[in-house]
């Protein structure tokens, strides 16, 4: 009996602990599949552009990480990244002179006033996230139609230097990738190594406990729909930048991909836990499957309904390792 | 109750034979309350009664009850005692879990004890002593239950003047010195925990002061009270003094984050530092400060809270129930952690529903009855009777 309970034990700590593992062994398996159906899968410009457009999506997983992390959800990231977007883009078509970096700032900016406003609706308002997001979403969603006039920014009002933000490169690699990957540096840091990020995860864990800990929670929940908003704001410049465009319709939907993200990552929707490993891995796996499947000429209908289908599969095996690292806990006990 | 009685074929749920079937398992338990009631509006005792209640619809032979007295007071212990033993005498069989001796004197036939997860005997009850049960449940002999202290009182620390929250309590008055230990008692529900909730900021009062070392203050929220040096153990540990899912290094540094930081950064090995050294200091059984919360023992679960609260720099303890569900060991424990603190020169307000442990601990006790103070002590003029006469007293004796 005794040996039977501690071989579980092992088991289920293991896969715990392994899980990025396991996201990468998928990857890796996934691609060879893939690789083996159509060769052109894996080349230089494919690897690359595929990157390229999973680095949008992991910048928006890192905030949404956080709002998970605090057991909320934030429905109303596409729409926040399309009214920056636009804006940013509207901008630079009337000031073509405009530095980059200042319309990625403005494009920060307005998306950090977005995420205030959420954040002061959830954690002064008392607004249930999913409701408040909801009703932001729609908001801004209606903005955006209104700033633009319906109408689009197409490729040649956009001058070459705002459309070179997505094409440049930084030390031989793209700037979009650049960007990601200076957000994963300082988000890991934030979460790992400064107070407030400790706080966020203790909120989440047991908020009750947090308060009488003595941290203030509306602090934290408006900080992390602040850093939400932001990211959104940015990822809106990127994404009019990368696809020469900004429209009323813009990232809409997007938000579902980008939580999808977070739960292939390990993020628990229960809150308080989630790495930033693991959502990168996420977010790539998301970014191979939206390339991959149409190489090898797998109709759109079956896409969604294989992307659903992964997505429940790694929630499902989220469930039984969490259950498996319960059991543990109240099993182990030195006797 | 949990397994619907449903019409054949078109598994409507037929409310009306439930309700009187409930009825009837409510009657045969001699509890005289509608069935259709919600859960929330009746007492605990109540709840317990309907929880049983539910074991029996299932026609069970064994019923296993986990510590069901440990929320109760002594007077609704008594009905559940009653009840458990009417199922007895139909042939029920009864499993009782409890860390309660008079559980054990008043109903059981046989006792088994366990601890640290072996099984250390079983026993008949009539042939085994109090001191007996001890050593088998603590491994070692507990000659002094309350560890004798020299009280050495100091200055005021905390005083609380006519302190009032509409529907909750009232016209609260007392002081607190340093290294003095202020016991606060009455049944459940006396307004002991909303009192001491709203002092530290986690609620609010409406009328009357506070002034903790002299100092009139109004504390709005829990990180200011701990500012003002006041600590709060509260009632609840896993809900809400542990994070759970974290080791008990970081559990012990939360509510003092700012002082292993500089600038928001942390600084994790002046924070490992400290923690190893009150989880030391507090001698929680662990392999590590790593090792998470949840899986502590409760004893241990609430050292670590009392380690949290040291992070602080503190004058003033609440301890809200600090000895609930630990056994005898751990609770001895606790008394020697509590008299060190006051030696210290903390001042520690005790809050406890077990009349031994007010009694035997605080060099002052007071009482609360429905939200007002009924009594307050010396600790040379405690009894059991005097405590009990004033948290139970009728609002027709009481004295204008």
């Known amino acids: ?335 | 109750m949990g397994h619907e009685k449903v019409q054949k074929g078109t598994k409507r749920i037929l409310w009306n034979e439930m309700h009187t079937e409930a009825k009837k398992l409510l009657d045969e338990l001699g509890a005289n309350f509608d069935p259709r009631i919600q859960m929330g509006g009746l007492s605990v005792a109540q709840q317990q009664i309907v929880e049983i209640a539910k074991a029996l619809s299932t026609d069970a032979k064994i019923i296993i009850m986990d510590e069901p007295t440990a929320a109760l007071t002594k007077k609704e212990s008594e009905e559940l005692y009653k009840i458990t033993e009417q199922l007895r005498d139909k042939g029920t069989a009864i499993i009782f879990i409890s860390h309660r001796f008079e559980d054990m004197y008043r109903l059981a036939s046989k006792v088994t004890v366990l601890r640290d997860a072996l099984y250390i005997g079983t026993w008949e009850v009539d042939g085994i002593s109090n001191e007996d049960l001890i050593i088998a449940m603590v491994g070692r002999e507990i000659t002094q239950r309350f560890p004798k202290r020299k009280a050495k009182i100091g200055k005021e620390v905390l005083r609380v003047e006519g302190l009032g929250k509409t529907g909750f309590f009232a016209d609260v008055s007392f002081t607190l010195h340093r290294g003095e230990i202020v016991g606060l008692t009455g049944l459940v529900g006396a307004g002991r925990t909303e009192v001491f909730q709203s002092i530290f900021g986690i609620t609010t009062y409406d009328e009357g002061k506070v002034y903790v070392k002299g100092n009139e203050v109004r504390i709005t929220n829990p990180l200011h009270a701990m500012n003002m040096g006041i600590g709060y153990l509260p009632e609840d540990r896993q809900k809400q003094g542990l994070v759970l899912q974290w080791g008990i290094g970081r559990n012990i540094t939360l509510s003092a984050l700012e002082r292993f930081s500089k600038q928001g950064w942390l600084n994790d090995d002046h924070e490992a530092e400290v923690a190893k050294s009150l989880s030391e200091r507090m001698n929680v059984k662990a392999n590590s400060i790593f090792d998470l919360a949840s899986s502590l023992s409760g004893g241990n679960q609430q050292k670590v809270v009392v380690a949290k609260l040291l992070t602080a720099d503190l004058d003033i303890i609440i301890l809200d129930e600090p000895t609930k569900g630990v056994d005898v060991g751990a609770k001895f424990a606790m008394y020697e952690i509590i008299n060190e603190l006051a030696d210290q020169g903390y001042g520690v307000i005790l809050i406890s529903s077990e009349m031994p442990e007010i009694i035997g601990m605080s060099d002052k006790v007071i009482v609360m009855r429905e939200g007002r103070i009924t009594a307050i002590m010396e600790q040379t003029e405690v009894t059991q009777e005097a405590i009990l006469e004033a948290s139970m007293m009728n609002k027709a004796t009481l004295k204008a």
Request: charge should be positive.
């Open chain 1, 1 to 335: 009996m005794a040996g039977k309970v501690l071989e579980k034990v092992t088991i289920g700590a293991s896969i715990a602990k392994f899980r990025e593992l396991g996201l990468l062994v998928f990857i890796v398996l996934l691609s060879i599949v893939v690789q083996l159906r159509n060769p052109s899968f894996l080349t230089i410009e494919n690897i690359n552009d595929m990157i390229t457009n999973t680095a949008i999506l992991s910048i928006l997983s890192v905030g949404m990480m956080l709002v998970i992390v605090t057991r909320g959800i934030d429905l109303s990231i596409g729409a926040t990244l399309a009214l920056s977007g636009m804006i940013a883009a509207l901008t630079v078509s009337d000031y073509p002179d405009l530095h980059p970096i200042l319309a990625i700032i403005l494009g920060t900016l307005i998306g950090l006033i977005c995420g205030t406003i959420l954040g002061f609706l959830i954690s002064k308002g008392g607004i249930l996230p999913i409701i408040a997001t909801l009703g932001l979403m729609n908001v801004f969603r209606g903005l955006t139609y209104m700033a633009s006039g319906g109408k689009w920014v197409s490729a040649y009002q956009m001058p070459t230097s705002f459309k070179s933000i997505a094409t440049s490169k930084i030390l031989g690699l793209n700037t979009l990738i650049v960007i990601a990957i200076l957000i994963y540096i300082i988000a890991y840091y934030f979460i790992n190594h400064t107070r407030t990020g400790r706080q966020i995860y203790a909120v989440g864990s047991n908020p009750e406990s947090a308060k009488i800990s003595g941290i203030n929670i509306d602090r934290i929940l408006l900080l992390v729909y602040a850093i939400m908003g932001s990211l959104s704001g940015l990822a809106g410049v990127l994404w009019v930048s990368k696809f020469a465009s900004a429209q009323g319709d813009t990232a809409m939907g997007y938000e579902f991909s980008v939580i999808a993200a977070c739960v292939l990552g390990g993020v628990s929707i229960a809150g308080g836990s989630g790495k930033i490993s693991g959502i990168i891995l996420g977010s790539i796996l998301l970014g191979i499957l939206n390339n991959a499947l149409p190489l090898i000429n797998v109709s759109p209908f079956w896409q969604m309904g294989i992307q659903g289908s992964i997505i429940l599969i790694a929630v499902i095996i989220n469930a039984l390792v969490k259950r498996g690292v319960d059991r543990n806990h109240l099993m182990r006990r030195k006797i």
